[in-house]
């Protein structure tokens, strides 16, 4: 892949700066709101929302992050077909206006890169060198893609639904045989919920070019690499998918058995992130300051939010400032009474979901340059 990246020391100089200058590098503008998108690469394109988005229920789509593998492709909606095969009894072929005329769902999910924070990894790892803006918020809408499976008639021996997109390019690292499409696949039982979605809107308006027109899917709960934009065709198989992005990348070590073992990245972590102070930002002594930000547990509800201001010695309840749902953020703010002494202060946020998962304050190695959840710090200044 090419394109400009930013080294790390300048991604973490960016992170004390305001969010105006936070999208001063290679920018997207956005005339109704007056912010940009980040540019983290140009070819292909991927684009970070700046902090502040986290601060809304739904993300406008042209704010929205954008993560693609491969070079945009241009699908023609004229001949465009989304084709079902393999472990089917009636294989079929769908063109969007037949899919439009079932009945729609419209649902709102929060899309997370498996990237999402990998900046703030020490030593650096390869990727993407997102901050937390590769996360968003849209209302999609669409076909459950339980409702083309039960049209086409699941066999018995179906275990997994490969889910293909129309974006292909070759792959450096390891180097693949020729040009490969950007697939993954998600379980049988996943598949049959009504959790994957195939959505061609967003929003209220038809799915943009760079968001997987004229159908991508939206599997709710799950890391945004399960999401296939561009679709095109959805193979369903009796035995686990290899692919590339199914086993080499988009993996973690699984340590549960006895010898570790590369499984396929899947469930959302639990994570809460500040929106508001910024990193280096001065706070007046002895004031009120309210910090703000977002949570969210994937297939689970958020059930609590901390608050530490003293670098994780303490931790004190933020209030959920709207109702935790599944596959969804929620907001939350917390009212400070800040030292009377000037220095640094070292923020935290850490979120508990309704299953008792807790969001560490460490980072687990085994997860590769994935699921970047642990607590991130934010340091400010009380003068």
Excluded at 90 to 100: G, I, M, N, V, W
Excluded at 172 to 189: C, N, T
Excluded at 212 to 227: E, K, N
Aim: net charge positive.
């Amino acid at each position: 892949m090419s394109g400009p990246r930013l080294d790390r020391r300048t991604f973490l100089a960016l992170a004390g700066t305001s969010l105006a200058a936070y999208g001063s590098f290679g920018q997207e503008r956005d005339d109704h709101r007056n912010l940009a998108r980040i540019v983290r690469e140009y070819r292909p394109e991927n684009l970070e929302s700046p902090l502040g988005t986290l601060e809304q229920p739904i993300t406008p789509n042209p704010m929205h992050f954008v993560r693609s593998h491969f070079a945009t492709p241009y699908v023609d909606e004229k001949t465009w077909r989304l084709r079902i095969e393999g472990a089917v009894s009636r294989p079929a072929e769908f063109e969007l206006a037949s899919l439009k005329r079932m009945p729609v769902v419209e649902r709102p999910v929060t899309l997370e890169c498996a990237g999402n924070g990998r900046v703030f990894l020490t030593p650096t790892e390869r990727g993407l060198q997102w901050e937390h803006g590769a996360v968003g918020t849209a209302r999609w809408a669409g076909v459950p893609l339980s409702a083309l499976l039960e049209r086409c008639g699941l066999k018995a021996e179906a275990v997994e639904v490969v889910l293909e997109g129309a974006d292909v390019g070759e792959v450096r690292d390891p180097k693949s045989p020729g040009p490969i499409a950007f697939a993954r696949s998600v379980p049988i039982q996943k598949a049959r919920s009504d959790e994957v979605i195939l959505a061609y809107a967003m929003n209220g308006e038809p799915l943009p070019v760079a968001h997987g027109f004229p159908l991508r899917a939206v599997v709710a709960g799950w890391y945004g690499m399960a999401s296939i934009k561009w679709l095109k065709r959805i193979v369903v198989t009796e035995q686990s998918f290899q692919g590339f992005y199914q086993t080499f990348d988009y993996s973690f070590w699984d340590r549960t058995g006895d010898l570790p073992t590369l499984r396929p990245i899947t469930r959302m972590q639990v994570k809460a992130v500040v929106t508001r102070p910024v990193p280096g930002q001065s706070i007046a002594a002895g004031s009120v300051a309210e910090i703000r930000g977002a949570a969210w547990a994937g297939e689970n509800r958020v059930a609590k939010v901390e608050i530490s201001t003293d670098g994780g010695k303490t931790w004190d309840s933020a209030e959920l400032a709207s109702k935790p749902e599944r596959f969804l953020w929620t907001h939350w703010r917390y009212r400070w009474q800040t030292p009377t002494q000037s220095g640094q202060v070292k923020l935290l946020a850490r979120t508990t979901d309704d299953a008792g998962r807790t969001q560490p304050l460490e980072r687990n190695p085994d997860f590769r340059s994935y699921m970047i959840h642990h607590a991130i710090p934010v340091e400010v200044m009380i003068r």
